[in-house]
């Protein structure tokens, strides 16, 4: 019986339930001084003056580091895309471009001095015009970067299309619906704020610790930027509280330890305040779109426009490259002929966008589920027959999409069917009827989501390797970079399932960049369809080898060479006293070199889960408050390795989609000043706001690789938002409410209401 | 100021800043960094120890305060032996945590719920952990962890 | 994250703090709880230099049978006004509002006392002492005072307390079995309420006070003449935000508070009418 596809628990648990993880603040790290960010109050500004001098007299401190001190490279973001004129320096230099960017370091020997002295840094600012509306910005008014001319950072031009809409598109549709939609700004609040430390080391390396989603790429982005060779640069990726995507790709802070590390000659610890983090991590989503729906009046949507304005921040990151993920999951599940998505990037005097759970996929769905609704409530037909009318059958894949998207395999029609059973829509649309009909002050609204979204884009490989010591235990070394996922279980499933090798004499090492040479990381939903087949492959090889080496011990073939997964053992076939265990095997391979064996698989292209989501919510009519009631999803990501680790992923993506939907957004004052940089006036969702999920679980193997495997981090943070969202516009459809924006906060919800009815 | 408290057992005596927090005590002082900082509002609860057998926020205590007090941090659950807490074994039966970051913040907060409240619901769970804060797991099996917990314990 | 430094003293008593805080004068806070005054602290929005603390004051934690009222020792924790069986038989508005206080991690530290001298319209507990025509008790250099709850709160994190007084007693009228509401509304439990009304029925005195609607707890005095006069929850409720200019902040904006508070003052008229199981 396979391990494979059975709730094994997580073997990385009981370290986290007795003593705790180690994450990057709980190093010990001799002879360490602490770095303290001072950062911008102001949104906008030039600064005209910098004092630091009674800073640098401050008990306790040892240097105190200003941009004019900064002898490195301002950083070009979006992988070097952006325009050059919109690099961002370390450390602000004459003007500062968002509430929280980092104008000057102070290095103390504790946390409490460092936090003193940065009270004592005097700053004086010319303030500029602030630029915060994004739509605006696009259109011109003040300049973030004045020698660029625009604040457009990037577009879709950038990638050979147009930014001139078809004026032909929807010729010949019956019916056109147009919503503008705001797919707000979020925080993605991973629970461990940022943290880095570094050490330059006797023999000229550098040791970096960082809570990063990815080590390899930390590495090469130190070594870059402080022109060293990748190998004198150790990278090593203690515990992660979390990332959720914007713990990928470096920040200046985290950079700025290296560099400071070296300027003192001391090794220097940083941890970010939650206050700092809500300011100075990235943030996620923020994009403003005009959709545009036309088809049949019998519900066939022929044609489909998106238009996206999407916030940069301050200084372009990942997030303004996301609208390209957008566009190409534009059409979501459905067979619409005609499609177009123009979109463009813009700079604002805000916290920089980066990647978040979903990254540009969740404002795809948002988009085509929310026209949907809106296109079923012109047409006066119910959205579940909509959507099935319109739905890409089965028997289409490879299906390639008009804006070049190539799904691999789905069943969309079995996916509603299932969450529609599941929730039982028939007695849900009958129990509305009944409340409505009884005039009863809480409305219940049903949302509906379908949803296909792409995984495994997160590069085109992964490094897998595995090692059968002479005690019989295996080592398996990954890429990849698990900040919760399970990996360390996981990936000893699949070392098990092909070894015979119990789970518990598996270990799997990953963060260390001298222990596992190269890796992608985890993000992006990647790690299984790619780091798992890569472990799967060195199995695979180290089974063939063992097997080669056992005929050579036992004088057979080794076409006769059997493994018993079971006695973890290999024999001659017909002859199961004539064999050798793992640990034999590996002791006799010893002399030529052990018994091991690695792969950097190719991936065969990006995958597409997908699945189905219904929400049931309460909106009380009178305060706007909304209540998520229940939640049901169905949710394909192909074959299912760990039911307990799916579901995992599932129910944290269901929670921070809802979360986006009903409570959360990053909100500015039109001075740029943010509104909600802490945990208490952010919105973070608690347990108290959320129901139990009822999950149902689809499997529809990929082609596409050995595992069968897409991958299911995202999925739940995709479907969920719309049907949400879809739900608290239904619940207040027969009011005449057509359209609410997220979050549906309860004044959002109380406007709508008094706005139909008047 | 010297001060003297009781941790997991052991009596800690050192000299303190009247400003330094009791969660900086236990994880810088004292040395135990199991107990986790995720906020700087008293919002998220990755904090929570016990004192004196309730749960409190340590990042909101001063250790001056806690002068004198018994403290129960995660490194002190488990029985001496190394016998699992009915909690720690039910987060780990039920998959209730994943970056481990909100955890032991999150399994004192439900030990010391489950001793106040017996009969618990999942709206009692719920409401119980609304000062603890998870981004990861949805908080789906951490509430099927508790109820599985307050039940073995007979809550 | 990190408070500015301070000089820490311990008060054993009443009689003691009130002597500190005539010593050190401004640069002195009291420190109960501290779960109102360390956040802020800790944010560095307060920087007092000394602070005085009350917490092992063991004779102002108590819950006292007082004849035809309640006395509550101002050292008193949410969690022990929860569970405290006297006040919910005699004054149970009072435990079920502390219940809704912060978390359970916050009741286990926040007094009753820190509360109210802290002075935050936004709290619960003020509102809750405000309709119920509660007394406070405060020890001064000169001795002790009373101040009726109408007096008490008078500004935005301003109370009639002294610089060198401290709240040592709060004491509430027993409610005879009246019946009571307390209507918190919020976005997400932990939270302050955006708008929040404590009302109480007639034979309780029909005191109804609002919470987030002022710079201080505030009766909504015309509401109730109306519910004396007999106006029906709907009418009466209308004149909730009355001579009211709520503020406008990132929850809510000050139409949308009027709004709230005309809805929940009717649901909690309708809750106190109903009566209690």
Known sequence: MSILGTRVLRVEDPKFLTVGGTYTADLPLDGVVYVTYVRSPVAHARITSLDTSAAADAPGVIGVYTGADVDLAPLVGVMGMAPPAMARPLLARDVVRFVGEPIAAIVAEDRAQGEDAAEQVVVEYDLLDPVIDAPAAAAGGALLFPDHGSNVAISIAAMGGSTEPDPNLFDGCEVLVRQAIVNRRVAPCPLEVRSAAARWEADGRLTFWVSTQTPHGARNKVAEVFGLAPELVHVITPDVGGGFGAKVGGYPEELLVVWLARQTGRPVSWTETRSESMVGLGHGRAQHQVAELGGTRDGRIEAYRLVITQEAGAYPDMGSFLPFLTRSMLPGVYDIARQECIWTSVVTNTTPVVAYRGAGRPEAAAAIERMVDVFADEIGVDPTEVRRRNLIGNDRFPFTTPVGSTYDIGDYTTALDKALEAAGYAELRAEQSRRRAGGDRVAMGIGVSVYVEVTGAAGPTEFGAVEIRPDGSAVVRTGTSPHGQGHATAWAMIVSEQTGIPLDRITVVHGDTDLVPRGQGTMGSTSLQHGGVAVLEASQSVVEQARELAANLLEASVEDIVLDTGAGRLHVAGTPTAGRTWAELAEAAQSRGGLAAESDMTSQGNTYPFGAHVVVVDVDTETGKVVVQRVVAVDDAGRILNPLLVEGQIHGGLAQGIAQAVLEEVRYDPDGNPLTANLADYTFVSAAELPSFETVAMETPTPLNALGAKGIGESGSIGSTPAVQNAVVDALSHLGVRHIDMPTTPERVWAAIREARP | ?155 | MIPAAFDYVRAGSAEEAVSLLGEHGDDAKLLAGGHSLLPLMKLRLAAPAVLVDLGRVRDLSYVRDDGSQVAIGALTRHVDVQRSELLRSEVPLLPYVAGLVGDPQVRHRGTIGGSLAHGDPASDLPAAILALDGTLVAQGPSGSRTIAAGDFFVGFLETALGPDEVLTEIRVPKMGGAGWSYQKFNRRAQDWAIVGVAAVGAPAGGGIALVNMASTPVRARAVEQAVAGGAAPAAAAGAAADGLDPPSDLNASTEFRRHLATVLTRRALEEVAAGRP
């Open chain 2, 1 to 155: 100021m010297k001060v003297t408290i009781t941790i997991n057992g052991q009596d800690e005596s050192h000299d303190v800043e009247p400003r330094q927090l009791l969660v900086h005590f236990i994880r810088d002082t004292v040395g135990l960094t199991g107990t986790n900082i995720g906020c700087d509002t008293s919002s998220c609860g990755a904090c929570t120890i016990l004192l004196d057998g309730e749960s409190v926020k340590s990042c909101t205590v001063l250790a001056v305060q806690a002068d004198g007090a018994s403290l129960t941090t995660i490194e002190g659950l488990a029985a001496a032996d190394g016998t699992l807490h009915p909690v720690q074994r039910a987060f780990h039966e039920n998959h209730g945590l994943q970056c481990g970051y909100c955890t032991p913040g999150m399994v004192m907060a439900a030990v010391s719920l489950i001793q106040e409240q017996p009969g618990l619901t999942e709206r009692g769970v719920r409401e119980g952990l609304e000062g603890n804060l998870c981004r990861c797991t949805g908080y789906h099996n951490i509430v099927k962890a508790v109820l599985a917990a307050a039940a073995e314990v007979g809550a």
